[in-house]
């Protein structure tokens, strides 16, 4: 069974900096991507960043130039890296693992989230 697990959110000041990793475990995949993507009070979730098996990656104009994706040499854990965070980077942030094995079609698996405040 595959799990997707999230940590490193918490309470941070405008300016400052958060790390958040994304831990798959429970399948062997001959492809995938890991997402992240966030949700705040009365929106829909957005796409944050995202990277691929091969380790080409994306993020979305609003975060790009202060966050950061990136992978353990493993690839079983995605890093988002979080600069100068801004109280409007307040929300939920979800990790999705998008992935196919031998035995299944492309499937999406998401974390539980993690929380990140960014308040003075």
């Known amino acids: 069974q595959v799990q997707v697990v999230e940590s490193g959110g918490g309470l941070v000041r405008p300016g400052g900096s958060l790390r958040l990793s994304c831990e798959v475990s429970?399948?062997?995949?001959?492809?995938?991507?890991m997402s992240w993507y966030r949700q705040n009070t009365g929106n829909q979730r957005e796409f944050v960043a995202r990277?691929?098996?091969?380790?080409?990656?994306n993020v979305a104009e609003i975060v790009k130039g202060r966050f950061t994706i990136s992978r353990d040499s493993a690839k079983t854990t995605s890093y988002l890296q979080m600069d100068r965070l801004e109280p409007e980077d307040t929300a939920v942030y979800y990790c999705?693992?998008?992935?196919?094995?031998?035995?299944?079609?492309?499937?999406?698996?998401w974390g539980q989230g993690t929380q990140v405040t960014v308040s003075s």
């Open positions: 999705k693992h998008s992935g196919v094995t031998r035995d299944t079609k492309w499937t999406d698996y």
């Open positions: 429970g399948g062997i995949f001959t492809d995938y991507y």
């Open positions: 990277i691929s098996s091969v380790g080409n990656s």
